[in-house]
């Protein structure tokens, strides 16, 4: 019971940032805040950095990632979202995206995080689970069993990013 109060109370305080507009739009922390809003449709994501993502269930021809979103408003990290990519995109996305945040020029003085551009349709393949789908079918290819186990794995990866760092 605790945990749904808790669960719920972190639902309702990312719902009134995102319509207070505290919350960018192109944030992780956004789109999971309005999913109905946005369920099926095409998303813009402010993109530090993938992390792939070795689910206990495979999809073929699917790699998924952990993208860690970055608010540029208001400086701060902005949540993550599962990114399901085919396998044949893996290495360009990795060279674009790079699996570690990078800071812009004078980072100490700035802060500042580097972002890149990342559009995708923002899918739900079982209650409760979401995904930017950069594969254009990937809804019909995972079953909600297999949506469950890759959300339990990025879950658990969300927690060992390591933070920012430079490079």
């Known amino acids: 019971m605790v945990l749904f109060l808790v669960a719920a109370s972190g639902v309702v305080w990312l719902c009134e940032l995102a319509q207070a507009g ?45 993208a860690y979103t970055y608010d540029t408003r208001e400086n701060v ?16 996305l990795l060279k674009r995206y790079g699996q570690a945040p990078e800071h812009g020029p004078r980072p100490l003085v700035s802060g500042r995080v580097e972002t890149k551009d990342l559009r995708g349709k923002l899918v739900s393949p079982a209650a409760g689970v979401l995904l930017v789908d950069l594969v254009g079918d990937v809804k019909e290819k995972i079953s909600e069993q297999v949506a469950r186990a890759l959300e339990r794995e990025a879950r658990g990866a969300q927690g060992m990013t390591g933070g920012f760092r430079q490079r």
């Open 22 to 66: 505290k919350v960018s739009d192109r944030t992780a922390n956004f789109y999971k805040a309005q999913t109905e809003k946005y369920q099926d449709k095409e998303i813009r994501l402010d993109v530090t950095h993938l992390r792939p993502l070795t689910p206990a269930v495979r999809v073929e021809g699917v790699q998924f990632f952990n």
């Open 77 to 92: 990290p902005g949540g993550w979202i599962t990114v399901a990519a085919g396998v044949d995109e893996v290495p360009a």
